[in-house]
């Protein structure tokens, strides 16, 4: 049984570009979550999706956006790059349930994104 | 002030030793606790959630007081594979699985 998968697991961008970064989540599950998290910090909620669409959002600019595909799996863009997007960038999967609280979120292993 | 906070690391304790994590979180709408472990470049990963009533998983204890919005995470007879940063988090309020996360804390267990 797979876990959650990222990819890349490095990258390296200059300012202003564009970059996608893609998760693979744990068989089964149907939602995903992006986090980042900065050097000495904790992670940072960034967004969720579920059945294709933003679920929740955290306070990021709209320079974040992602997708969800049929397949659960989901993509998080982020464009015109400053410095400080440099991060571990972290997904997290888990199984919607109805009438419950909380639902466990799965790590994925991160990417690592440099920006010059 | 931060949603989650947690106290300044880093602790460095020998073996055998008792440690103590201590944590507030400022949502009272927060329905689910928890302590993540962290490995240096890793993944956090979930060590233990923490319940009212408090809980035990072998050395490891965790508590919760609503009342006060204090979250606390007890490690016995520490091993060196404790080494590692520990995560309070909290979840964004009912019906939401957005995870708000202290800055972690970090513990170095030496010889």
């Known amino acids: 049984d797979a876990g959650v998968t990222q990819s890349p697991t490095h990258l390296i961008k200059t300012r202003g570009q564009q970059v996608t970064l893609r998760c693979s989540p744990k068989?089964?599950?149907?939602?995903v979550s992006w986090y980042q998290q900065a050097l000495g910090q904790g992670p940072q909620f960034i967004f969720q999706?579920?059945?294709?669409?933003?679920?929740q959002r955290g306070n990021f600019p709209d320079r974040f956006s992602g997708h969800q595909f049929p397949n659960y799996s989901s993509e998080l863009n982020v464009n015109a790059l400053l410095l400080g997007d440099s991060a571990l960038y972290l997904c997290?999967?888990?199984?919607?349930?109805?009438?419950?609280?909380?639902?466990?979120?799965?790590f994925g292993p991160g990417t690592r994104l440099t920006v010059l | 002030r931060k949603e989650v906070e947690q106290d300044p690391g880093p602790f460095n304790v020998p073996e055998g030793a008792t440690v103590a994590f201590n944590c507030t979180y400022s949502?009272?709408?927060?329905?689910?606790f928890f302590w993540y472990r962290q490995d240096c470049r890793k993944e956090p990963k979930l060590l233990m959630s923490?319940?009212?009533s408090g809980n035990e998983d072998g050395r490891f204890t965790a508590q919760l007081n609503r009342a006060s919005q204090y979250i606390s995470l007890l490690i016995r007879d520490s091993k060196l594979s404790d080494s590692a940063t520990y995560l309070c988090?909290?979840?964004?309020?009912?019906?939401?699985?957005?995870?708000?996360f202290g800055t972690g804390t970090r513990l170095q267990v030496f010889p």
């Open positions: 997290a999967s888990s199984l919607a349930k109805m009438a419950t609280n909380y639902n466990e979120q799965f």
């Open positions: 068989s089964g599950h149907d939602t």
């Open positions: 999706y579920y059945e294709e669409e933003e679920r």
């Open positions: 949502n009272s709408a927060s329905q689910s």
């Open positions: 923490v319940y009212s």
């Open positions: 988090v909290v979840n964004g309020g009912w019906g939401t699985d957005k995870l708000i």
